[in-house]
């Protein structure tokens, strides 16, 4: 299965709009509430980022029976120090990202402790791009 | 606790999810901050200040099935229609975040940690 979504800029209504929707794909998957939990909390983190702290961008989804991948690519500002963003506590959020219970610097640590394999890509000016990957049979 | 006597000891109010009525509770999370939430184990409720269209979809991605909201927060009709879909429970409640929490730890509700 292949899912594409787009992220609209500073679309915080619908932030959560496609972690949502690969939710319910993995429900009818037969997978354990534990490993779609962990799933759907990453992309989540990851979707929520690309609102938060760049211009939007796009979410690419590939699952088959083994594994899930995800990529969320955006359009942003990059990230200057990408050794400090994964610290948990670290957090450049705008107020009015913390006004909507974000901005605790936890995402980036919380998505990989939730997925097998985490690949950040990122460039100052240009924007990042976040690889996850889920193994469904442990 | 059932639901039924959370809403019982907190005077509160029911939005969405009266089906789930008579569902058994062990367990409660308080915060306000979605980002913690987002790195909870296995938590059936969350009590929060935090009262938005976020806060469903954070506790949808992290299984949290019942979520009452503290301060005198109103629930909006966007929340019920998302929390609808995904068959949670949704309870106002007029007393402060200390007070709820205190209240239902004494009648039992273990934390997380
Ligand atoms: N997609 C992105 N584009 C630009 N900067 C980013 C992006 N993702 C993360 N960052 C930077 O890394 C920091 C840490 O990100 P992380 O997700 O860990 O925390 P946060 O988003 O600030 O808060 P939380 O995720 O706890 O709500 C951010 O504050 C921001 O400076
Ligand atoms: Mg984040």
Redesign the pocket.
Known sequence: MHFEYTIKEGDFVNAGAASSSVKKALKQLNLSSAVIKRVVVALY?AE???I???YGGTIYVDIDSERILMKVA?R????PDLDL?MQEG????RPEVRDMG?????????MKKNVDKLVVH?KVGE??T?EMEVNFVE | MTIKEIIGVLDGNIRCGESHLNDEITKAFSSDL??DVLTLKDCPLLLTGLCNVQTIRTCEMANLQVIVFVRHKKVTPEMIELAEENDMVLIECEYSMFKTSGILYMKGLEPLY
Do not use: Q, W
């Open positions: 983190e929520v980022n690309a938060a702290h760049a955006d942003g500002p990059g990230i963003a670290y957090s450049t959020a974000f901005g605790a610097g936890m995402g980036l640590p919380n990122t924007g990042t976040v | 979605m980002s």
